[in-house]
């Protein structure tokens, strides 16, 4: 028997036995026995590792922040005692009324309700004790998303971060505007080292969403015209924080 669900992480359980009903039927249909004990080939050469040798943390950071430029995205790279200030210009720029924000102890240090309620913004907590049609027209309704993020890549300027419990996935999606907060320290060099700390979770179970948010939504037609906010948030800011 298969327990219940924890909201927001995947149960592996319920996952190996889809995948071994899909993989079973696969190699029924092709007509053969189904193979086990295959495993992935283990790599000599891992180039992508070794892609930022000897760049120091400042020239990641540096390369994080223009990549955000080039993506128009503005960057505040701030100090903990500037970020009362730095939000405050923030709201004035994105002109907001209105905010919802993660459940998160590193925003909860940042005093970020407080904040908000003192800049004249009416804010909400993400919470899974209400009902998922509540939360996700709350979140519609909002001038402004804010999250943190579990890493950083300089190599396109891209946030990374796990969605579940008070983490949920439509603050950064259906709000026009978003807000992302991190520090210096979760800045790596590309996809290679966020993969790597994404597997170093997987015993622990992952959470059903993980997002890779690369500036402003961008949305393409075939007669190449391009058009921001269609499918997200139109204005992306990240304030990064000094350690």
Same mark, same amino acid.
């Given at each position: 028997? *298969?327990?219940?669900?924890?909201?927001? *992480?995947?149960?592996?359980?319920?996952?190996? %036995?889809?995948?071994?009903? &899909? =993989?079973?039927?696969?190699?029924?249909?092709?007509?053969?026995?189904?193979?086990?004990?295959?495993?992935?080939?283990?790599?000599?050469?891992?180039?992508?590792?070794?892609?930022?040798?000897?760049?120091? !943390?400042? @020239?990641?950071?540096?390369? &994080?922040?223009?990549?955000?430029?080039?993506? !128009?995205?503005?960057?505040?790279?701030?100090?903990?005692?500037? /970020?009362?200030?730095?939000?405050?210009?923030?709201?004035?720029? /994105?002109?907001? !009324?209105?905010?919802?924000?993660?459940?998160?102890? /590193?925003?909860?240090?940042?005093?970020?309700?407080? +904040?908000?309620?003192?800049?004249?913004?009416? !804010?909400?907590?993400?919470?899974?004790?209400?009902?998922? @049609?509540?939360?996700?027209?709350?979140?519609?309704?909002?001038?402004?998303?804010?999250?943190?993020?579990? =890493?950083?890549?300089?190599?396109?300027?891209?946030?990374? &971060?796990?969605?579940?419990?008070?983490?949920?996935?439509?603050?950064?999606? +259906?709000?026009? &505007?978003?807000?992302?907060? %991190?520090?210096?320290?979760?800045?790596?060099?590309?996809?290679?080292?966020a993969m790597e700390h994404i597997h170093a979770k997987v015993p622990t179970g992952l959470p059903a969403c993980i997002n890779f948010?690369?500036?402003?939504?961008?949305?393409?037609?075939?007669?190449?015209? +391009?058009?921001?906010?269609?499918?997200?948030?139109?204005? *992306?800011?990240?304030?990064?924080?000094?350690?």
């Amino acid at each position: 028997m *298969v327990g219940k669900r924890e909201k927001g *992480v995947r149960d592996l359980t319920v996952d190996q %036995l889809n995948q071994e009903k &899909f =993989l079973t039927n696969i190699s029924s249909r092709l007509g053969r026995e189904r193979r086990s004990g295959v495993k992935p080939p283990i790599w000599k050469n891992k180039p992508y590792l070794h892609l930022y040798e000897g760049k120091t !943390n400042e @020239d990641l950071i540096e390369q &994080f922040i223009d990549n955000l430029q080039l993506l !128009n995205t503005n960057v505040d790279r701030i100090t903990r005692q500037e /970020f009362e200030v730095t939000l405050a210009k923030v709201l004035k720029d /994105f002109e907001v !009324n209105s905010a919802i924000s993660w459940d998160n102890p /590193f925003l909860h240090d940042l005093d970020l309700t407080s +904040l908000l309620t003192t800049n004249g913004v009416e !804010n909400s907590i993400w919470n899974n004790s209400v009902s998922e @049609d509540e939360l996700k027209q709350r979140s519609a309704k909002v001038d402004l998303g804010i999250t943190c993020a579990d =890493l950083g890549l300089a190599e396109t300027g891209t946030v990374v &971060f796990m969605n579940g419990e008070g983490r949920g996935r439509m603050v950064s999606l +259906l709000p026009p &505007f978003y807000l992302c907060i %991190l520090k210096e320290s979760q800045i790596v060099p590309r996809i290679t080292q966020a993969m790597e700390h994404i597997h170093a979770k997987v015993p622990t179970g992952l959470p059903a969403c993980i997002n890779f948010i690369t500036g402003p939504s961008r949305t393409a037609d075939i007669e190449m015209d +391009l058009a921001l906010g269609v499918h997200g948030p139109g204005k *992306v800011h990240v304030i990064l924080l000094r350690e």
